[in-house]
T-cell receptor, first 115, second 113 residues
């Protein structure tokens, strides 16, 4: 069990550029979540997958954001036409369901800075 | 809608002193409750969780938390703080089974020697 990994750890981009982040969940975890954390705030839910199906999207997830989880393994989060307001830490978490109690395990995050 | 309130943005304690971090939630039923810790630039590490049963739960690193239904609270405690405990602490809630976490704004803990 190597834990949840995210790549890259840091990304600096210019406004208007597209960026893509990757998350590799804990092996065999069937649920995968994306959260966004801005400075001084707790993480906010963006979206989640059960296997390859995207089951819920937050209103925070504008149409510039898209997430995929092909084959139910790793996931990607793409932001198109980035804006300065997209600057944040993007966190991925995974969990295993069904299970006696769902616990989400978080990765180290990808910190995005949009100039 | 569910919400979590952590009334203290910053707390400073002396090394070796006891610690209590407050968390209040708003939810129609008893949710699942969690405490996570985040060191600078890092992701979140689970400290402990409450689903049911004994209202006093033990976690890692010597932390414990007590669920009080009447007060809608889930306060985190540690009897003796170490300098390495300096970090940001988040309380979170989730509905009864398998869904997104709702986090509080966090409490930054500073430990002075």
């Amino acid at each position: 069990d190597t834990g949840v990994s995210q790549d890259p750890r840091h990304k600096i981009t210019k406004r208007g550029q597209n960026v893509t982040f990757r998350c590799d969940p804990i092996s065999e975890h069937n649920r995968l979540y994306w959260y966004r954390q801005t400075l001084g705030q707790g993480p906010e839910f963006l979206t989640y997958f059960q296997n390859e199906a995207q089951l819920e999207k937050s209103r925070l997830l504008s149409d510039r954001f898209s997430a995929e989880r092909p084959k139910g393994s790793f996931s990607t989060l793409e932001i198109q036409r980035t804006e300065q307001g997209d600057s944040a830490m993007y966190l991925c978490a995974s969990s295993l369901l069904p299970g006696p109690q769902e616990t989400q395990y978080f990765g180290p995050g990808t910190r995005l800075l949009v100039l | 809608a569910q919400s979590v309130t952590q009334p203290d943005i910053h707390i400073t304690v002396s090394e070796g002193a006891s610690l209590e971090l407050r968390c209040n939630y708003s939810y129609g039923a008893t949710p699942y409750l969690f405490w996570y810790v985040q060191s600078p630039g890092q992701g979140l590490q689970l400290l402990l969780k409450y689903f049911s049963g004994d209202t006093l739960v033990q976690g890692i690193k010597g932390f414990e938390a007590e669920f009080k239904r009447s007060q809608s609270s889930f306060n985190l405690r540690k009897p003796s703080v170490h300098w390495s405990d300096a970090a940001e602490y988040f309380c979170a809630v989730a509905p009864l089974y398998g869904n997104k976490l709702v986090f509080g704004a966090g409490t930054i803990l500073r430990v002075k020697s």
